[in-house]
């Protein structure tokens, strides 16, 4: 997906990508403690997190605007929980102390993965892809770690509904994003992006709703303030991505949260 095209403009949906960390969330009295082992980078630690780690690295370049970097979300979080010995990093390329960043990488869609040992680039993968694609890229055989199962607390909540504002190129935007959590994966996932035109763009609105429309990738339909894009489970888009769905209510929402979505 080029960063420059009308769907970009009109589709921002976010990633998570929480700086490893331990987080905590609450929802009716319950509380749901997940480690999430992603580093957040930026230009003031992408030499220590990067360049120099023991470790090989995934990371991951997002943007707002990004239906298959949310896709990518369990993948990620699966891999950083039972490949110990694999660091998973990402940069949000619409936030602030990136310049250097955006600068030195051969960054020209989103999600772009780029595969590094020992400080230097061995692979580069752009698009939603599979986990064992990933670990083939990055030319290392991690030694599998033995992840505890995750623990659902008692009446865990079933449902997941988290937001957040956005802009990119211009365009400020709403994206909810809703959970149907089953007893043993995620059932349902529906994505809502309002997207705000604003006055000096009006006159483009309509074809940025054609755009989106011909990409097949959901429905769109006008709205007071600009237009609503609409992607669910039976959507031909969200299928052909093939989204992991073994992460938990608690994996989801600690992720969410720690970049900055509002969950209930």
């Known amino acids: 997906m080029k960063p420059n095209t009308f769907f970009a403009l009109a589709s921002a949906i976010i990633f998570m990508a929480g700086a490893t960390t331990h987080a905590a ?7 749901y403690n997940e480690d999430i ?11 220590s997190e990067i360049l ?3 470790k090989p690295v995934i990371l991951e370049i997002s943007s707002t605007s990004c239906p298959p970097c949310l896709i990518m979300i369990p993948t990620l979080i699966g891999i950083a929980k039972n490949y110990s010995d694999i660091k998973i990093a990402s940069v949000g390329i619409d936030e602030p102390g990136i310049e250097r960043i955006k600068a030195s990488l051969p960054i020209q869609a989103f999600p772009t993965f780029f595969l590094i040992k020992d400080g230097k680039i061995v692979n580069k993968l752009v698009g939603a892809v599979k986990e064992e694609e990933l670990l083939a890229a990055l030319q290392y055989t991690p030694k599998k ?15 997941l509904v988290c937001k957040t504002p956005g802009q990119f190129n211009g365009l400020k935007n709403l994206v909810t994003i809703s959970f149907v959590f089953g007893a043993t994966e995620i059932e349902n996932v529906d ?3 309002d997207v705000f035109v604003p ?9 940025m709703i054609e755009h989106v429309r011909a990409s097949g ?13 609409h992607i669910d489970n039976d959507c031909r888009f969200m299928k052909a991505m093939d989204m992991k769905r073994t992460s938990t209510y608690g994996e989801m929402r600690a992720g969410l949260e720690l970049q900055g979505f509002s969950c209930q």
């Open 199 to 207: 006055p000096e763009m009006s006159d483009r609105r309509e074809q």
């Open 145 to 159: 770690t033995v992840a505890k199962p995750a623990k659902k607390a008692e009446n865990s909540p079933k449902n």
């Open 25 to 31: 969330t609450k929802n009716a009295g319950q509380i």
């Open 52 to 54: 120099q780690s023991k």
């Open 37 to 47: 082992k992603i580093v957040k980078v930026n230009d003031s630690n992408f030499e």
């Open 191 to 193: 994505i809502v992006t």
């Open 217 to 229: 990738k959901g429905e769109v339909e006008p709205t007071m303030t600009g237009f609503r894009m």
